[in-house]
């Protein structure tokens, strides 16, 4: 009994960390700017975040690609509305995180 006890607070204690990191790195897309083209769920000026995750979830290099992208800019993967450059705006670090982010919905 007592195990299943520190089992069940174990569990609640790394949810409330996931839930923590999720609502850090949505509020870290917010305050980057992300959020004012994006939407997670639903079309926006740009895909939404879920339909990103989506079409790369199959591809191993996609993290890479999709930092490039989030760096540089580009247009014609999802339309023609071009998508600004957001470095050194934003720091590597943070477009790392937020990639990641992304493939993980």
């Not at 490039?68 to 790392?96: E, L």
């Amino acid at each position: 009994m007592m195990a299943e006890i520190k089992c069940l607070i174990f569990m609640v204690f790394l949810s409330v960390i996931v839930v923590g990191q999720v609502q850090a790195n949505e509020q870290l897309a917010t305050d980057s700017g992300c959020m004012n083209c994006h939407k997670i769920d639903g079309k926006g000026i740009g895909p939404s975040l879920k339909e990103i995750a989506a079409k790369y979830k199959a591809d191993s290099g996609a993290e890479a690609a999709l930092i490039g992208k989030v760096k540089s800019g580009g247009s014609g993967t999802w339309g023609t509305m071009p998508m600004p450059p957001n470095s050194p705006r934003i720091s590597d670090a943070d477009i790392q995180t937020i990639v990641k982010w992304i493939l993980a919905m």
